[in-house]
C-alpha cells in the first residue's frame, strides 16, 4: 500500500510535456487469448485465473491486434505542480538515469532502445526548456539527409502537454486523454486535457 501512496503522490506533484522530433513507424502485432465460453448462467469472473479454470477443451481462442511505434524520439519534461513536490527533481534525475529496473514503453516487450539522458532546466516556460535541452547524440544522423528507407521520419515538430500557464505556446487543438488512474480494482481512468501544438518547423 505504501508503494501507491507513493506513486500517487507523485503523479499529483508532477505535469507532463513531450516534444517530438520523430514519430517512427507504426508496427502491429497480434495476440491470441484463450477465453471462456460464453455462459450466462455461469457467475461472474473476478480473475482471469477463473475464467481459466474451467475445462481446457472449453476454452476458445480470440486473436486481437495492438498497434506500436518504433524508432521515434521525443524529448519528454516533468515539473513541480506546487510548492512542495513530493520528491525533488535532482532525485528524480538520479533514478532516471540509474533506474533500478528496465524501463519499458506501455508492455515489458518494448523496453527503451537508448538509455534516458535527463537534465534539470530551469526555464521560463516549457517550449524554452526543450530548447535548452543538450541535442541528443543518437548512434546514426538525425534530419537531412537521412536515406530512404528509415524509420526515423523528420516532420514538423510537435508539442503536447498538461495544463499549464508557462507553456510558451498557443495550441493547435485540446484533446481529452483517459489515462489519469482512479482505480486499479475495477481498471477505471479519469480523463485529463492535452494541448497539443502541431506544424513548428524542427
Known sequence: MADLFCSNALA?????????LAMGSVVKDY??????????????WHTRGDELRVEKTRLGTILSSREYRQ????????WS???????????????LARPAFTLYLGRKSCPLALPLNPHV????????AFAAYPTPVLP??????????NTFKRLPTAYAW???DHSGMRETL???????PLSRTRWQFASREEHVFLGEGA
Open 162 to 164: 498538461e495544463s499549464c
Open 174 to 180: 485540446r484533446t481529452p486523454c483517459y489515462d489519469d
Open 31 to 44: 495476440h491470441t487469448t484463450q477465453v471462456p465460453p460464453q455462459d450466462k448462467k455461469a457467475k461472474h
Open 71 to 78: 524508432d521515434g524520439l521525443w524529448l519528454a519534461a516533468a
Open 121 to 128: 532546466i530551469q526555464a521560463e516556460t516549457l517550449k524554452a
Open 12 to 20: 499529483e506533484s508532477l505535469k507532463f510535456g513531450v516534444k517530438t
Open 81 to 95: 505542480d506546487g510548492e512542495k513536490p513530493a520528491y525533488a527533481l535532482d532525485d528524480l534525475a538520479g533514478h
Open 140 to 149: 546514426l544522423p538525425l534530419g537531412e539527409g537521412w536515406g530512404e528507407g
